[in-house]
């Protein structure tokens, strides 16, 4: 179980990068607003379609390690919403009190 969440996690942290890079071109054209939006929906999606063009054959490492490719998706999703909270909160917090 726990080797399961360390693959799913990995899988998460390489989404996670390009993630923040199609977020972060958002943030530059239409202000940090809409980085929350793009963080969780296009760049989420941009950087699962980097993954199915360029890294497909990673899947077969899940997949020999019992993760199915519907379970990568469903908890790297729930990862990234986790992660949008906390930016969401960290943001929050900065502009309550300074």
Request: net charge positive; glycine share 6%.
């Amino acid at each position: 179980m726990i080797r399961k969440l360390l693959n799913i996690f990995e899988f998460f942290k390489t989404t996670l990068i390009v993630n923040l890079l199609v977020s972060a071109i958002a943030v530059f054209l239409g202000g940090f607003d809409y980085f929350f939006i793009w963080f969780l929906s296009f760049g989420f999606l941009a950087s699962i379609g980097f993954k199915e063009f360029y890294r497909k054959k990673n899947y077969l490492f899940y997949f020999n390690n019992g993760v199915s490719k519907i379970q990568l998706m469903l908890f790297s999703y729930l990862m990234t919403f986790c992660t949008a909270i906390l930016f969401g909160l960290i943001v929050f917090l900065k502009n309550k009190l300074f």
